[in-house]
């Protein structure tokens, strides 16, 4: 009955009659339209979002293993020095890395860390000093360090990536670092026989 009034009284206002279901028909249109724009903007805001978390966990890691590398620096004793190698290696990005980034992602991240460490391995080595070498000590024997993150996805049957095993890759890949990742897992080996005497 409302129908019927409704579309008397538009029928007098604009002189012809009503048609409902044209006005259904644009109405569903237009709804359809607002459902794609909001469907759109909400996969922005999320890749965005995801963006911003890489970002803030790119600058939050490198600003850990700053802080590390210049404690483990100053730390007087391999103890110490041993609890910040474990914090320097669990702060590297690709022991955070998520899934859904893909696995082209995990790979540009451990070459990255594999670069960063390599480096810094050479700058302390650099410094010839007890207190670079028992650096360097702690460093060595703390390469299979994992972050917790890495035992939720081994469960999921993803394999692990631990400085150690991404320095053995980039030993059978690359000729120019063979002689610095020897050195390095000598170094570990040699300082855990001490350890454990």
């Known amino acids: 009955m409302k129908e019927v009034i409704l579309a008397l009284v538009l029928t007098l206002m604009f002189g012809t009659p009503f048609n409902f279901s044209f006005a259904k028909e644009s109405l569903s249109k237009e709804v359809s339209l607002k459902s794609k724009d909001i469907e759109q903007t909400s996969n922005e805001l999320r890749k965005e979002t995801e963006n911003l978390f890489l970002m803030m966990r790119q600058k ?42 893909g696995q082209e992602k995990r790979d540009e991240l ?26 360097l000590d702690a460093l060595s024997i703390m390469l299979h360090t994992i972050h917790p993150h890495q035992d939720r996805i081994l469960r999921k049957g993803i394999h692990r990536i631990d400085m150690e095993l991404a320095l053995q890759d980039i030993y059978e890949a690359n000729r120019n670092h063979q002689n610095l990742v020897n050195q ?5 080996k040699l300082v855990l026989s001490k350890l454990n005497q």
């Open 110 to 135: 451990v070459n990255s860390a594999l670069e960063e460490f390599i480096r810094l391995y050479r700058e302390i080595k650099d410094l010839n000093s007890k207190n670079g070498n028992e650096t």
């Open 184 to 188: 390095i897992l000598r170094r570990k």
């Open 60 to 101: 939050e890691a490198s600003d850990v293993r700053a802080e590390m590398k210049k404690e483990l620096l100053e730390a007087d004793n391999l103890e110490q020095k041993i609890v910040l190698a474990n914090t320097y290696f669990q702060s590297f990005e690709y022991q955070l890395w998520l899934e859904q980034e």
